[in-house]
C-alpha cells in the first residue's frame, strides 16, 4: 500500500475535489434547466458526466468516516 506522506494535505484536497464535483453537477443541472433545447444531442455525455461526478460524491461521503 502507498505511503501517503501528508495525511492533512491529502484529506483537504479529496475535501476540495468533493465540492468541486458538487459545484460542477449544480452549474450543469442549471444550464440543462436554462437551456434545455441546446442539450439534447449530449445527453448521454451528460448523464455520463453527472454518473461520474456523483460517484467521486459518494466516494469521498461513504469512505471519509471508515476507521
Not at 6 to 28: E, F, G, H, P
Not at 39 to 55: D, K, Q
Amino acid at each position: 500500500m502507498t505511503q501517503i506522506v501528508d495525511q492533512k494535505k491529502y484529506q483537504s484536497n479529496r475535501r476540495y475535489m468533493a465540492w468541486a464535483s458538487l459545484a460542477m453537477i449544480l452549474v450543469t443541472c442549471i444550464a440543462v434547466l436554462a437551456f434545455p433545447s441546446r442539450f439534447e444531442p449530449a445527453e448521454s455525455i451528460l448523464m455520463m458526466l453527472l454518473g461520474s461526478l456523483s460517484a467521486v460524491v459518494a466516494a469521498y461521503f461513504g469512505f471519509s468516516h471508515k476507521k
